[in-house]
């Protein structure tokens, strides 16, 4: 392609989007809003998600001993224990701590302990962490098989529930996001075609006096790129803007809520985003082109 071609394509574009700035501006603003809210759902759904995955990392598996067994046979136990693979943290919790741990979450109630005396009913146990959700409750009954482990406890119902809801939140969360994904495409297709349909009897006349079809679109879908990777920008400026303050606001009143971290997530939604508005302006113009073009 010649240099002088390049120059005629570029400066087309141009020239269309000051001359029909009302219907640029029009494609930009859907661009940038129809992207903005696409990012804000994508946002929610990433930190549902974090926080799905939180909760599942913090179940962990209790494993009580029986009180007559010997220190070799609670080392054989722990051994056994970080031998399997699914298996990434053990820590032995003696009776002693166990109490002491009750009595720090009974607070002001840990009186009732008194009626114990110098009794300690708990017993020794393991607090073994898993390497991922999905394997615990194999892992417990796995470590309920060894021998001197009188019971062990996750919170089964709990536990259920609990992973439940959050693949229900990924899975939820994956069709959400394909649904406004399509729906986003289809707005800002249908509004770059407005655009087009503004200029119908330009492509027209361009036909008549012997453009190739390639020679009308190429100018088309430059601008419609051009309308994309603005948009795109608009957006993504508006969603680092929104994220940063959320965070501040989450951060403030509860501190410990796991978030994704701004950076280098907001990074990749940007350059998403952006990429999401190239591809939707060059789709929009191409589809939008073809009819006009049979002339």
Not at 40 to 60: C, D, G, R, Y
Not at 110 to 129: C, H, M, R, W, Y
């Amino acid at each position: 392609m010649k240099l002088q071609t390049i120059e005629y394509y570029f400066r087309e574009v141009i020239i269309s989007m000051i001359r029909n700035r009302w219907m640029s501006f029009a494609s930009i603003g859907t661009v940038a809003v129809s992207l903005f809210i696409l990012g804000v759902f994508l946002i929610l759904v990433m930190n549902m998600t974090k926080m799905a995955a939180s909760l599942e990392s913090q179940v962990q598996i209790s494993a009580y001993l029986n009180d007559h067994i010997s220190k070799e046979e609670r080392d054989d136990i722990e051994r056994m224990t970080r031998d399997l693979r699914t298996v990434s943290a053990v820590e032995y919790v003696p009776k002693e701590s166990a109490m002491k741990i009750l009595q720090d979450r009974l607070g002001d109630n840990k009186k009732i302990l008194d009626a114990l005396g110098e009794s300690n009913p708990l017993p020794n146990s393991f607090l073994v962490t898993v390497t991922s959700a999905d394997y615990v409750k194999s892992t417990a009954d796995a470590i309920a098989d060894l021998y001197g482990v009188e019971e062990v406890k996750y919170g089964q119902d709990v536990a259920s529930n609990l992973f439940n809801l959050t693949h229900l939140v990924r899975v939820f969360g994956a069709i959400l996001s394909v649904i406004l994904a399509v729906a986003t495409i289809f707005i800002i297709a249908n509004t770059i075609r407005l655009t087009v349909f503004a200029r119908r009897k330009e492509i027209a006349i361009m036909k008549y006096v012997g453009a190739t079809d390639w020679f009308i679109r190429i100018p088309f879908i430059l601008e419609g790129i051009g309308l994309g990777i603005i948009g795109g920008i608009l957006s993504a400026f508006a969603l680092r803007n929104f994220y940063s303050a959320m965070e501040t606001k989450i951060y403030t009143t509860l501190a410990f809520f796991p978030m994704v971290e701004q950076y280098p997530f907001m990074n990749y939604l940007t350059i998403s985003l952006i990429g999401a508005g190239i591809f939707v302006g060059i789709l929009g113009s191409t589809v939008s082109l073809k009819r006009f073009l049979q002339v």
